[in-house]
């Protein structure tokens, strides 16, 4: 069986982790397969991807199974985690994680570094980096403290405490807690109405907020001129104003 599933309904796909025996913990392999999914949701007719984990946690972080095969840690990162994690930035749609379970370690990095995050009400976020002596990686220093600001990241990093799903949604960690049974099919929802929007824009908009992080505000005007020159060249934003005109709700292609 895969470690990773892929599944297509239309212009969303989904992409569930699949280790459940073992907390869809990350090894070689699950992030090899993660890597060809992330690049299958590169096709155009994909418009939004749902991130996802099977059985009881969303994913337990690395392996620690596998720890000690992985030598180099730092080579190890930069091989497995780094290509991953820069896949999702660099995906011109929007990543959904649908956090059903435990998420710790490199996995709440992981699902930090997707664009949107829900849970389901039984889901739990622990940092686990530092129980083990290490510091966040995959990321999670560097997403982890733009969510939360550095204060309260430093602190929830250093404690290792466990948040429930509602205390993460007061952090505004996650966006929304659902029931747990009703997760996939919210997923599913939020993600069919991120499909119907003017990807293109969704994208940029994406891009925009990720160059804000370390811009000035000279460049990222001057970023938004460029994008926005792209933006009026699409088939949406004549759709969008040819559907504002005629009072009736848009239909956006993506393109
Ligand atoms: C696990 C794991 C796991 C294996 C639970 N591995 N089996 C990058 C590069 C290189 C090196 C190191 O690290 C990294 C990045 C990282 O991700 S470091 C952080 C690694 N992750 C952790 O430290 C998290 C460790 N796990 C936990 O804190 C808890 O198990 C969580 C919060 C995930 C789940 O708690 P519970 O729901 O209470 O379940 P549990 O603790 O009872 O675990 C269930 C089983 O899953 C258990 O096995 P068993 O055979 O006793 O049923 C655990 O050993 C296994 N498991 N995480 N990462």
Excluded at 99 to 122: E, K, W
Excluded at 168 to 197: I, K, T
């Amino acid at each position: 069986m895969a470690d990773v599933e892929v599944t297509r309904d239309g212009a969303v796909q989904t992409i569930t982790l699949n280790r459940p025996e073992k907390m869809n913990a990350f090894t070689r392999n699950l992030h090899a397969e993660l890597l060809a999914a992330l690049k299958q949701a590169r096709d155009p007719e994909v418009r939004a991807v749902v991130v996802t984990g099977a059985g009881r946690a969303f994913c337990a972080g690395q392996d620690l199974t596998e720890f000690s095969e992985t030598g180099d840690i730092g080579a190890a990162l930069r091989a497995t985690y780094h290509p991953n994690v820069l896949a999702v930035r660099a995906l011109e749609k929007p990543v959904i994680a649908a956090v059903n379970g435990a998420c710790a370690g490199a996995g709440l990095s992981f699902a930090c570094a997707c664009d949107i995050r829900i849970a389901a009400d039984s889901a739990s976020f622990v940092p686990g980096f530092i129980g083990i002596g290490l510091i966040p990686d995959a990321g999670g220093s560097y997403f982890i403290h733009r969510i939360l600001g550095a204060s309260r990241a430093f602190e929830w990093m250093t404690s290792n405490r466990r948040l429930t799903a509602a205390e993460a949604h007061a952090w505004g960690l996650v966006s929304e807690v659902v029931e747990a049974d009703v997760l996939p099919a919210r997923a599913a929802e939020l993600a069919s109405f991120y499909a119907e929007l003017p990807t293109r824009g969704v994208a940029m908009t994406k891009r925009l907020f990720d160059h804000a992080d370390s811009a000035t505000l000279e460049e990222q005007l001057e970023l938004e001129a460029q994008l926005q020159s792209v933006a009026v060249k699409t088939s949406d934003f004549r759709e969008g104003v040819q559907a504002f005109l005629e009072k009736r709700p848009p239909r956006f292609t993506g393109s």
